[in-house]
């Protein structure tokens, strides 16, 4: 079956624009997560979504960064205001329940200039 | 705060050697904790999953096996191929963190033919 995907897979932008970020989870799957990775890290936390509501969002870094999931599949993440530190591969990744496997998407690669 | 360490950072092997990657974890009050697998620019592929209460988890030539206790997981690789080069890292989901997993920063595997 089909795994996570994301996309853009790259997304160039310019300092101080606006830039969205989509995840199309695994069918099914109820749990969706946003990651973001600087090379040679291991990912960070961002949010969490149990369904439609985030149920942990203690991970973003400030108000800029935002993220829903309105119908509970598809979920979108936002960045207003770009900033050059935002540069980052960003990850998501969806389970069936809060304690099973994760799996990951490939990643959309952000770059600020 | 739950911090999870992965040393040493990189490993070359010669092909065919059994080898063993280290995790370590400060808070043992843990649901969980996966291996995972990352090719240089892609995703996270999932390699085993091992809940709290089990010792370990076998899957082809990977063995994986956590001490709860002690805060230290390994993944043993049983004759290393070059095709297992790729970053390995391990991730911890910690009681009443929701299901977030934090993660170490990985270490890089290089197999020589």
């Known amino acids: 079956g089909a795994g996570v995907s994301q996309t853009p897979s790259n997304k160039v932008t310019e300092k101080g624009k606006y830039v969205e970020l989509r995840c199309d989870p695994i069918s099914g799957h109820t749990a969706l997560y946003w990651y973001r990775q600087s090379l040679g890290q291991g990912p960070e936390f961002l949010i969490y979504?149990?369904?439609?509501?985030?149920?942990?969002d203690s991970g973003l870094p400030n108000d800029r960064f935002f993220a829903v999931r309105p119908e509970g599949s598809v979920s979108t993440l936002k960045i207003q205001r770009t900033e050059r530190g935002d540069s980052a591969v960003y990850l998501c990744?969806?389970?069936?329940?809060?304690?099973?496997?994760?799996?990951f998407g490939p990643g959309t690669r952000l770059l600020v200039l | 705060k739950q911090e999870v360490t992965q040393i040493p950072a990189a490993l070359s092997v010669p092909e065919g050697e059994n080898l063993v990657l280290n995790c370590s974890f400060t808070d043992s009050a843990i649901y969980n904790l996966q291996w995972f697998r990352q090719d240089p620019g892609k995703g996270l592929t999932s390699l085993l999953l091992i809940q709290s209460s089990q010792r370990e988890q076998t899957s082809g030539r990977l063995n994986a096996s956590l001490d709860k206790s002690s805060g230290r997981s390994t993944l043993y690789i049983a004759a290393s191929q070059p095709g297992d080069s790729a970053t390995y890292l391990c991730a911890v989901r910690i009681v009443g963190a929701n299901s977030k997993l934090t993660f170490g920063k990985g270490i890089t595997l290089s197999v020589r033919p």
């Open positions: 990744a969806s389970s069936l329940g809060t304690r099973e496997t994760q799996y």
């Open positions: 979504f149990q369904g439609t509501g985030a149920a942990d």
